[in-house]
């Protein structure tokens, strides 16, 4: 009976805990929800019933927010610079990682301390010197300002978990590959950084989701409409089309889609890495 009893509580405790996960699931997806059906009605249909399914669905409004959005070049922008400062970060980091996890001495281990107290310093309290000397360096409304910020602003979260990976590699592996005949940076390339794999792919999942959905940096730097990313030019969007809410919402789908893309083609990556990630910590 006392086993009957525990299976029965224990079997209580899952249904609970599946309905909160459900629970906390519906509340999540309700705005996203809400946006979708609201960006396929009419301005008149959205006034008499504005979360119901529509009638018919609508497609004008996501012509009129990509034209209005220009998001052929929003796109491009926001694409380029994430792309480009996730993956330069990532290789830096690795590189560091690998120098910070295997060469073990005094200066490193500094170093590594330095790295992580980058984690401990909130962007607002250096945000001001550091528009100065975006400012000083002519690099004010450029992609490459941007993306110089975006590389050292990620730099301190990427050597850390990089780090605790490349501590879990066997150093007899990389024993061997040195009585081999490599180099360090052979040795590198062809043995660290391929057992990264499951790292890096999520560490860059999470820094082009961050990067992507960043609004702050873009705002202060970039004034012409030409270099806006895709975050600053719905707020724009928002300002000048606010009253028009099938069409704001139309423009906030079509902003979100490439990101989701992404997840849905690599979420595998991410949990596979954060479990490795657990059971090597």
């Given at each position: 009976m006392n086993k009957e009893m525990k299976k029965g509580k224990r079997r209580w405790k899952i249904w609970a805990l599946a309905l909160l996960m459900i629970g906390i699931g519906v509340l999540f997806f309700v705005p996203i929800y809400a946006m979708i059906i609201i960006s396929l009605k009419t301005t008149r249909e959205l006034i008499y019933s504005p979360l119901a399914f529509p009638k018919s669905v609508y497609i004008q409004n996501f012509k009129d927010a990509w034209k209005l959005l220009n998001l052929g070049t929003v796109y491009k922008n926001s694409l380029v610079v994430a792309t480009v400062s996730v993956v330069i970060r990532i290789l830096l980091a690795a590189m560091a990682s690998f120098t910070l996890a295997k060469r073990v001495n005094r200066?490193?281990?500094?170093?590594y301390v330095l790295f992580l107290s980058g984690l401990m310093i909130p962007i607002y309290t250096v945000l001001v010197p550091l528009l100065r000397l975006i400012k000083n360096l002519g690099l004010m409304n450029s992609h490459l300002g941007l993306i110089v910020v975006y590389i050292a602003m990620g730099m301190p979260f990427a050597v850390f978990m990089l780090t605790g990976f490349v501590k879990a590699i066997p150093n007899e592996l990389l024993e061997a590959a040195v009585l081999d005949g490599c180099s360090v940076y052979r040795t590198f390339w062809t043995i660290v950084f391929p057992l990264l794999k499951s790292a890096i792919t999520t560490l860059f999942i999470l820094d082009f989701l961050?990067?992507?959905?960043?609004?702050l940096l873009p705002m202060l730097t970039l004034s012409d409409n030409s270099l806006k990313t895709v975050t600053v030019a719905m707020y724009n969007f928002y300002g000048e089309f606010g009253s028009r809410w099938e069409m704001t919402f139309a423009g906030?789908?079509?902003?979100?889609?490439?990101?989701?893309?992404?997840?849905?083609?690599?979420?595998k990556n991410i949990v596979e890495g954060i479990m490795i990630g657990a059971v090597k910590g």
């Open positions: 200066f490193n281990r500094f170093l961050s990067v992507w959905n960043d609004f906030y789908t079509l902003a979100i889609i490439p990101i989701v893309i992404v997840y849905l083609l690599l979420q």
